[in-house]
């Protein structure tokens, strides 16, 4: 073989090493850090408070999931003095759920406050995470990132309300649901690998519930799902979900994956024909 020839090929394999290297930047696993929730029960209000810890990770971010009995909606969130942002929202006749997010909480412990445009029961709940991306928070949001779901009208229970939103390996995908069956208690579990952030049960007569749930991305797609159960009836229940960036840190080390390993390979092996070439 002309050494001159490997040499070439062993340039190329090395461009195509530091490509790879490149390309494959080394992101922060987006974490859990903590969860709470309230509930007005069987009575309306036109605000809903509680009281959310923030740790001191880096990179924080709040989101808030409200559900509420009427197609009513918030006016309003938010934790201490910081305002969120409305995310994505869905609302029926038969009720209404929504998703709020707040970058960049402060840490310590402050009072989330809801504020409705009517009064309503409404029941709401907070999840917060840190290693997630502080300039665009949520991937394509207004869009397939943040989604909600075709709704419940009157299905017969045991029945299943679902959304997908975009995603990638990494992202966390938070969602939100409320259901209602007029006239039977009724209760609702988060789908496969789906972690429980907030869940208020429905008791006879006219029931309401109102949840949400977390769970790690691991693809293009992510799919979040609710079973939800009746003592008879029909089901209506709406819900919406979006999916957290995680963040990427400047000039983060990156990492060699399978394929650069083996380039490397064969760019050892090709110096070392070329060193034996030329010893000859």
């Not at 909606?73 to 009720?95: D, E, H, N, P």
């Not at 300039?135 to 989604?147: A, E, H, I, K, Q």
Request: proline share 5%.
């Amino acid at each position: 073989m002309n050494p001159r020839l490997v040499a070439v090929r062993a340039r190329v394999a090395l461009g195509a090493l530091l490509l790879l290297v490149v390309a494959s930047p080394a992101a922060a696993s987006i974490v859990f850090d903590s969860q709470a929730s309230a509930s007005t029960g069987a009575g309306t209000s036109t605000t809903s408070s509680w009281s959310h810890t923030v740790g001191s990770g880096s990179n924080r971010v709040l989101v808030v999931g409200i559900s509420d009995r009427t197609n009513s909606m918030a006016t309003s969130v938010t934790y201490g003095a910081q305002a969120l942002t409305r995310r994505v929202t869905t609302s029926t006749f038969s009720g209404a759920v929504e998703l709020w997010t707040l970058t960049a909480p402060a840490s310590g412990t402050a009072t989330i406050t809801v504020t409705n445009s009517s009064s309503t029961q409404m029941v709401a709940g907070s999840v917060s995470f840190s290693g997630v991306d502080q300039t665009t928070t949520v991937r394509n949001c207004p869009g397939t990132g943040c989604t909600a779901a075709a709704p419940l009208a009157g299905d017969v229970p045991p029945a299943t309300i679902s959304t997908t939103v975009a995603s990638a390996s990494g992202d966390m995908v938070v969602d939100a649901i409320q259901a209602q069956d007029f006239g039977q208690a009724m209760s609702a579990t988060p789908g496969p690998g789906q972690i429980q952030s907030w869940n208020s049960s429905g008791t006879a007569p006219n029931a309401f519930l109102g949840g949400g749930s977390f769970k790690s991305a691991a693809g293009a797609t992510t799919t979040m799902s609710w079973d939800v159960s009746s003592g008879g009836g029909g089901v209506f229940a709406d819900q919406v979900a979006l999916s957290l960036i995680p963040f990427v840190a400047p000039g983060a080390i990156p990492t060699i994956s399978s394929l650069g390993l083996l380039l490397l390979a064969m760019i050892m092996t090709m110096i070392g024909v070329i060193r034996l070439r030329g010893q000859g």
